[in-house]
């Protein structure tokens, strides 16, 4: 029996470029106001300098580099992209650095590979690494939560990330003990970037879908295991809500673009990012292993798409009909 497909109009699912770009930047409003309450000044001057600077540069290489309408400037991916670089960054960080970064997030990350859709990897993480490994003293430099009116003079502490390689560098457990509790973590009460803050604002602005889950659950079982063997490595409720790992899993990671297009594929791109950050903040030279272990499996996701192909429509059909 051969497959039959009727003629147009089909049913149209309702989303859209502009739907689910826009929906998860509301999703990130808790998270967003949460910075604000957290860092005050520095918080709006970066979040703001990123968002402005990431739309800037969408439209002017689109208009004078690849000589488009610049009507994609509008579909709110500019400005999720620079939400999501601003979240990456200290609430300290010159205005400069973020310009650079997102020249580096839309025009090397995004508009290099022709745009929207066409990107290999995620764009803020493309600006947020290159920063890092650029300019390291700025953007390891962490203020202290609660200076609401500082910005390039705020006074920087430690993050929970640096303490937990502080212990596995000096191979003392009682580092940890520095570590804030889990209520504070829980709400944001600590230091690091705009995005590392109020793990429970994070989850609240994310629906989760099932590979979500399993990049989180990976790194909780794994971290289990190496608190298990020994106590230096932190407890796994402490790494998850720890960095940026929430973010990543919930908002970076789950890109439409650069990520697995199956339910297999999904499957098998979270496990890798969750075992890929675990490995990389105990024995990497980084303290913070998201970032880098969603770009690794960005560049494995064309691998995985043709690895998990789903069989094509009417192709089953076409086989039994040969035999």
């Known amino acids: 029996m051969k497959p039959i497909i009727s003629l147009s109009p089909h049913v149209h699912g309702g989303d859209s470029v502009q739907k689910n770009m826009y929906g998860v930047c509301i999703a990130l409003v808790p998270a967003l106001l949460a910075s604000l309450w957290f860092f005050g000044l520095g918080a709006a001057i970066v979040l703001a300098t990123s968002v402005a600077s990431c739309v800037f540069f969408e439209w002017a290489i689109t208009k004078f580099l690849l000589k488009r ?28 650095l973020i310009i650079v970064g997102a020249l580096v997030a839309i025009g090397i990350g995004k508009m290099t590979f022709g745009g929207l859709g066409q990107n290999p990897f995620n764009p803020a993480l493309v600006g947020r690494v290159f920063l890092l490994i650029s300019f390291p003293v700025q953007m390891t430099s962490w203020p202290v ?18 303490i937990m390689q502080n212990a596995i560098s000096s191979g003392d ?10 209520t504070e973590m829980l709400i944001g009460q600590t230091g690091g970037s705009l995005g590392e803050v109020s793990a429970l604002l994070l989850l609240l602005g994310c629906a989760f879908m099932l590979w979500r889950k399993i990049i989180l659950g990976t790194v909780a079982i794994f971290a289990g295991i190496m608190h298990t063997i020994n106590p230096v490595y932190a407890m796994p409720h402490v790494v998850l809500m720890s960095g940026g790992l929430i973010l990543g899993a919930c908002f970076m990671a789950t890109d439409y673009v650069t990520s697995p297009m199956t339910p297999k594929g999904q499957l098998i791109y979270g496990v890798c990012i969750g075992l890929l950050t675990v490995i990389i903040r105990n024995w990497g030279a980084y303290p913070e292993g998201m970032s880098f272990a969603i770009l690794i499996m960005n560049a494995f996701t064309p691998l995985i798409n043709t690895y998990c192909k789903p069989t094509r429509f009417g192709e089953v059909v076409r086989k039994e009909e040969k035999k």
């Open 173 to 182: 457990p009682n580092v940890l003990n520095q570590l804030p509790d889990a």
């Open 69 to 96: 309408p610049a009507c994609t400037v509008c579909d709110g991916s500019a400005i999720l992209t620079g939400l999501l670089l601003g979240f990456n960054l200290p609430s300290n960080l010159p205005l400069w």
């Open 145 to 162: 939560s609660g200076q609401l009116t500082a910005y390039t003079d705020a006074q920087t502490a430690a993050t929970p990330l640096f």
